[in-house]
């Protein structure tokens, strides 16, 4: 769990002007890519837990908070 990823998030809207737009593409991906791999990765921990549905928390986990990593 990292703490400063929401943090180092808002900043980087404010860096995007300054940057050319390969490094914002490049930035934009990785973000991306990393969302994704987290993603999957709670997608194979939920899986591997037994099955207790409450669909309201699935419904509020597609966009997780900043302070999970």
Not at 9 to 26: A, E, I, N, P, Y
């Amino acid at each position: 769990m990292d703490p400063g990823r929401g943090r180092i998030r808002g900043s980087h809207r404010r860096l995007v002007g300054v940057l050319s737009d390969k490094t914002r593409f490049l930035l934009l991906f990785t973000t991306v890519q990393h969302d994704a791999e987290v993603g999957s990765l709670k997608k194979k921990e939920s899986l591997s837990k037994p099955a207790r549905r409450n669909p309201s928390k699935e419904r509020g986990n597609e966009n997780p908070p900043s302070s999970l990593a």
